[in-house]
Nanobody
Framework: QVQLVESGGGLVQPGGSLRLSCAAS????????MGWYRQAPGKQRDLVAS????????NYADSVKGRFTISRDNRKNAVYLQMNSLKPEDTAVYYC????????????????WGEGTLVTVSS
């Protein structure tokens, strides 16, 4: 099993920066995908950024490209999201995600989620 705990959310003014951290308990393989999703009130949960198999590839939502940077530390079972030039539309609960790779015979493709950390961008 995997438990994910996010931290780093808070209130920030437009144009400001925040760094989100996700600490994972349990076994995370480099082949597993780690990422961040966000959900604003009344809206669906959407992908923000992810680190693909082996940690060598990244994927970003178009709305955050050039502003957000995802990084991963496999030894620490951690994933981070550096958010710069924040906009009010970035306001949401941000969730850490782990998706099991096909190497897991029993849980391939299974998603694990943290409880979320709130990011509020407002003046």
């Amino acid at each position: 099993q995997v438990q994910l705990v996010e931290s780093g959310g808070g209130l920030v003014q437009p144009g400001g920066s925040l760094r989100l951290s996700c600490a994972a308990s349990g076994t995370i393989l480099s082949a597993d995908t780690m990422g961040w999703y966000r959900q604003a009130p009344g809206k669906q949960r959407d992908l923000v950024a992810s680190v693909t198999s082996g940690g060598g590839g990244t994927n970003y939502a178009d709305s955050v490209k050039g502003r957000f940077t995802i990084s991963r530390d496999n030894r620490k079972n951690a994933v981070y999201l550096q958010m710069n030039s924040l906009k009010p539309e970035d306001t949401a609960v941000y969730y850490c995600n782990v998706r099991r790779s096909a190497l897991w015979s029993g849980t391939a493709g299974m998603d694990y989620w943290g409880e979320g950390t709130l990011v509020t961008v407002s003046s």
